[in-house]
């Protein structure tokens, strides 16, 4: 009997040029005051996260993207603007506090994992982008540089994230467009 491949997948929203350079800044003026052993977030990783789903099997791929298809995905305004420490997770991140329409998209991908009996986070959804990895500090220094970012995505992602030797790489396996009339769209 052949093994069934999986992917590690999650949910979120890519970040415009003018969105990265304002974070990568933010990185630069971190980066002296993190561990050596940290790992940056590469640029082209840099997203916002609505939620991760873990190993997906190739049977269940199908059905969870025909139920992010049915979704309602609407347009939205979110702020990040609060650099955090998540010790446990060993991670520094620019965060917010979660406008409606994204907590909408939120509440509906978790319906959609339980349904399909996939992992995702047991914490309360924040809206988040990654900054930093495998962090060994006790506490954030104050920055002399703004840490406000207003994004205005166009499109929700589904993405596969893939370990190399060096770093993880994420690609954008579904995309779909964030829209404006959600009525015809149904919570799953």
Not at 121 to 147: D, G, K, W
Request: a positive charge; proline letters at 4%; charged letters at 20%.
């Amino acid at each position: 009997m052949q093994a069934t491949s999986s992917r590690r997948l999650f949910v979120g929203f890519g970040l415009k040029k003018s969105e990265i350079e304002k974070t990568s800044l933010i990185k630069q003026r971190l980066s002296p005051f993190v561990n050596d052993t940290a790992k940056v977030v590469d640029n082209s990783n840099l997203h916002m996260t609505l939620g991760f789903l873990g190993q997906i099997d190739q049977t269940s791929y199908a059905s969870v993207v025909d139920a992010i298809e049915l979704m309602p995905k609407p347009t939205f305004m979110q702020v990040l603007d609060t650099l955090s420490l998540w010790q446990s997770a060993r991670l520094i991140c620019l965060k917010g506090h979660a406008s409606e329409p994204l907590l909408l998209m939120a509440q509906s991908l978790l319906l959609i994992a339980k349904n399909h009996k996939v992992l995702i986070s047991e914490h309360q959804y924040v809206p988040h982008i990654s900054l930093f990895r495998q962090v060994n500090i006790t506490a954030l220094p104050t920055l002399r540089c703004t840490t406000r970012l207003s994004l205005m995505p166009t499109e929700l992602h589904l993405y596969q994230s893939i370990k190399n030797k060096r770093q993880t790489d994420y690609s954008v396996l579904k995309s779909w467009p964030l829209t404006e009339d959600n009525k015809k769209a149904a919570i799953i």
